[in-house]
């Protein structure tokens, strides 16, 4: 895992699940190489970058 702003030069999009108040979603992109995931009220922060293997884990726990 690594923390940068890489990601911003990727297109994002909104979790399908964020809800129509948007007060607590993410955005996510796939970058060739894995997952960019951010916090869609900050896109200027950081950027969660994740290999294929963290992701699909990540993914995996998530989906329960």
């Known amino acids: 895992m690594d923390v940068s702003d890489s990601g911003k030069r990727s297109a994002f999009r909104k979790s399908s699940y964020s809800g129509s108040h948007n007060d607590a979603c993410v ?10 995931v951010r916090d869609s009220k900050d896109p ?14 990540l993914l995996a726990m998530l989906r329960g």
Do not use: S
């Not at 200027?44 to 884990?57: I, K, N, Q, S, Y």
């Open 27 to 36: 955005e996510v992109a796939g970058d060739g190489a894995g997952l960019l």
């Open 44 to 57: 200027e922060g950081g950027t969660l970058a994740l290999d294929p293997v963290a992701a699909r884990r």
